[in-house]
């Protein structure tokens, strides 16, 4: 992460993300720039490891179902900001995700994250942590066409992942703070800060957007 990012006071990161407000002109969350930099650096490792042992690439056809035919010209952070800009996702959501991901990784240990499956795996599990974490959703076509794919490409996507998961989405307090304390310590700035310590629902999430209006608004990219 570019040290601009990071040239926030603790105070300033508590208020952020206590104090969240979901309103149309809320600033990105910083576990967006955290969760971005965490993932570059395990995509980073596995590119090491694959061009020095290639049996490790995974064999499991089912997630190649994450593959995109090119690697989409769009950073992670880049992809996470755009998600965030329409979705208006709180703060606990990406910190689902993450869990989401780490389990992913752990009960298919022949998956490896990497640019061709990383955008797809993303949109895919912050869709379903939105679910299991917020209140009300955006429906999964409008997820969609967020990320840059067909509903049904993201309707199969969700289908394979809850399965790869053994249907395995319960995030108690306990492994959310643990994760949360993986972030903090990836910041790493003097006096600490906490990213969030409970599983709050979203309050006023969607009120006052009109989904209508935003579904015609987005940009379009494609995966």
Known sequence: MASSQLAISPRKLRSDVYSYSYQDDSNTPLVIN?????????????????????????????????DCHETPDMTIESYLERIFRYTRAGPSVYVVAYVYIDRFCQTNPGFRINATNVHRL????????????????????????????TTEE??????????????????????FESYCSHLEREVSIGGGYHIERTLRCAEEIKARQNEERGYTQIARVML
């Open 34 to 66: 955290v969760l971005a930099s965490l993932i570059e650096r395990s995509m980073a490792r596995n590119e090491r490891i694959v061009k020095n042992c290639r049996w490790a690439l995974s064999k499991d056809i089912r997630t190649r179902v994450f």
């Open 122 to 149: 993303l949109v895919t599990t912050i869709m379903v942590a939105s679910k299991y974490v917020e209140d009300m959703n955006y429906r999964n076509s409008y997820f969609a066409r967020v990320g840059g794919l």
């Open 154 to 175: 993201l309707n199969t996507m969700e289908l394979e992942f809850l399965f790869l998961m053994k249907f395995k989405l319960h995030v108690n307090v306990s492994v």
